[in-house]
DNA sequence: CTTACCATGTAAGGCGTTACATGATTCA
DNA sequence: TGAATCATGTAACGCCTTACATGGTAAG
């Protein structure tokens, strides 16, 4: 049917709870979404216009001291829009992981190479856990205080789970590496 | 620097275990690596022809019984291309989950849609984590016929933590959900 | 005899990234 | 005053999927 861009519900969503410009929307893709949806500006803006065109969204000038500003909103034509993608069952979960790829292939390479892979993996899984569990910790505190709290924690506690399940794999596939170096 | 096509890599590591052939990659990642890399055959066979002009790979004519068939191999040239990649850390693990993105607008469709969401992903888990668990006990049980089942046998046991976690946390997820509708 | 599977490939087009281009403001 | 951050946008290009096109074989 339509044109179906993952990251026009994306935005929409972003601004079902609030107003935003691009470059907010960018920034809460690097922190909210991050673990689990990415994008560039490169993808964020053209889709901006794209849903303006479209009448799903609105734009207005927000300018403060001369610097430039756009600020976007959503119409009931893309609350509509987005609601209808809402009810229909999620078709595409996906996971690319290069370091299990690597890993993969990993006897070409050897047991050192690929602990140093997991080695890596599990130092930004540690470096950004904590922030996860934060985060949910803040949520979990004030679930009451805005109806998108509860779904917000739903995904923050997603990451916490799978991120705890990739360390502890980190620490039984070192293990299992281990052995054969014995 | 270079063209850095991961289906590239994936291939290739894939002709490092075996000769195969274009239908036989596509399976090897519909089956092996489908819980963590995915692709189609558009781009499975422009990208085999492209190793080959590359001399990184090498096909041969395989025929059977008047039925087509290509088989291609791994050159050396290929073996030292894809054992440079995986010594250079993995840059992009990436999730795509579409289910977590419904969730993260949920309050926009209410909670009877979220959790017919979160059912939906259960379902799916739970139909091929027994896959899974099916396939690290055979890899665990033939850990030292051969090199590779190691490094398999690692992927494989990250599929099955993951997939675990998944499930726990589809459990609290519902949890969560159902008090308010009380 | 017909369905499922084996087998290869192309064309069109969607989607998204990287890099570039520009410029203001805030903070140390 | 220089770096970081705020802010918007375009152009080129890469990568991949979907759909199409074709045809043989095996099994029920």
Redesign the interface.
């Known amino acids: 049917m339509a044109i179906e861009k993952?990251i026009d519900?994306?935005i929409l969503?972003l601004l079902?709870h609030e107003d935003l410009t691009g470059y907010e929307i960018k920034k809460r893709m690097d922190t909210?979404?991050k673990?689990?949806?990415?994008a560039s500006f490169g993808s964020i803006y053209p889709a901006l216009s794209d849903l303006v065109e479209r009448g799903l969204a609105s734009k207005r000038n927000g300018a403060e001291n001369g610097r430039n500003k756009l600020i976007y909103s959503i119409t009931e034509e893309g609350?509509k829009y987005?609601?209808e993608?809402?009810?229909i069952?999620?078709?595409?979960?996906?996971?690319?992981?290069?370091?299990?790829?690597?890993?993969?292939?990993?006897?070409?390479?050897g047991a050192a190479?690929?602990i140093?892979?997991i080695d890596?993996?599990q130092e930004?899984i540690e470096g950004e856990l904590p922030f996860l569990i934060g985060a949910a910790e803040t949520l979990r505190n004030n679930i009451d205080l805005d109806?998108?709290h509860?779904?917000?924690?739903?995904?923050v506690?997603?990451g916490v789970?799978?991120y705890?399940?990739?360390l502890?794999?980190c620490e039984?596939?070192k293990k299992?590496?281990g052995e054969?170096n014995q």
């Open positions: 993952k519900y994306v969503g079902s909210s979404l673990y689990f949806w990415g609350k987005l609601k993608w809402l009810q069952p999620a078709e595409r979960d996906e996971l690319r992981y290069e370091t299990l790829l690597k890993l993969f292939f990993g006897n070409e390479a190479q690929a140093s892979h890596a993996f930004r109806d998108t509860k779904y917000y924690l739903l995904t506690a997603f789970k799978t705890r399940a990739y502890e794999w039984e596939a299992l590496l054969e």
